[in-house]
């Protein structure tokens, strides 16, 4: 089966530090999303991607994070620097268009900040 | 804005018991309505969708049906297993492609 690949999959960083995170959407997606996931806000969506066209970030803090598609196979999540209320699992998920056969989700990447 | 109502969980079920889990959705236009169910320490996997008033979504014995009149999609399942046990998200996808979620039901299912 076709999987969206993040990496790392645990992450532990000291606060102040320069996060990546990765994902690698499935062959021939080409809409790309990012979330992250905590117990007191649940879902949000941070930001998302059409052809390698961030399309809205809105739902990211600007002064510290940033989204990228260098190119159709990776997108990239960074957080500089890092601030213990970063502490999340950050989903990616791809998909076709709008969606209307759903969109893939990765397994996450657990983000840990001390 | 657009948004998706769950019903607060967790939900506790014995095996073989009949699931229902509420969802309502705000939204302008005809979205896209979904169920998303996540095991522990894995991300989303899509259940169901329906992309019209009226479709009704199945798959693995779990059915919700969109209701455009009550604006819902209300998941089912007529028989519970202990390895149903999740967590269950509703979401909708509007005209902006955007996918947004509710807030995610516990299902414990004991044996």
């Known amino acids: 089966d076709a999987r969206v690949t993040q990496t790392p999959r645990d992450k532990v960083t000291e606060m102040g530090q320069e996060v990546t995170m990765r994902c690698q959407p499935i062959?021939?997606?080409?809409?790309v999303f990012w979330y992250r996931q905590t117990m007191m806000q649940g879902l949000e969506l941070l930001a998302y991607?059409?052809?390698?066209?961030?399309?809205?970030d809105s739902g990211m803090p600007k002064d510290r994070f940033s989204a990228e598609m260098p190119d159709a196979t990776l997108a990239t999540l960074k957080i500089q620097p890092s601030e213990p209320r970063d502490s999340a699992v950050y989903f990616c998920?791809?998909?076709?268009?709008?969606?209307?056969?759903?969109?893939?989700f990765g397994s996450g990447t657990r983000l840990t900040v001390v | 804005g657009n948004s998706v109502t769950q019903m607060e969980g967790p939900v506790t079920l014995s095996e073989e018991a009949f699931l229902t889990i509420n969802c309502t959705y705000t939204a302008t236009g005809y979205p896209s309505l979904f169920w998303y169910v996540q095991y522990p320490g894995e991300g989303l996997q899509l259940l169901l969708k329906a992309t019209k008033a009226d479709d009704k979504g199945s798959n693995k014995g779990f059915e919700a049906t969109y209701r455009k009149e009550t604006t819902s999609f209300h998941l089912e399942k007529g028989s519970v297993q202990v390895s149903d046990s999740a967590v269950y998200f509703c979401a909708l996808s509007d005209y902006t492609d955007k996918l947004i979620f509710g807030t995610g039901t516990r299902l414990q299912v004991f044996p």
């Open positions: 062959l021939g997606h080409n809409t």
């Open positions: 998920a791809s998909g076709l268009d709008n969606g209307l056969y759903g969109y893939t």
């Open positions: 991607f059409r052809n390698r066209a961030p399309l809205d």
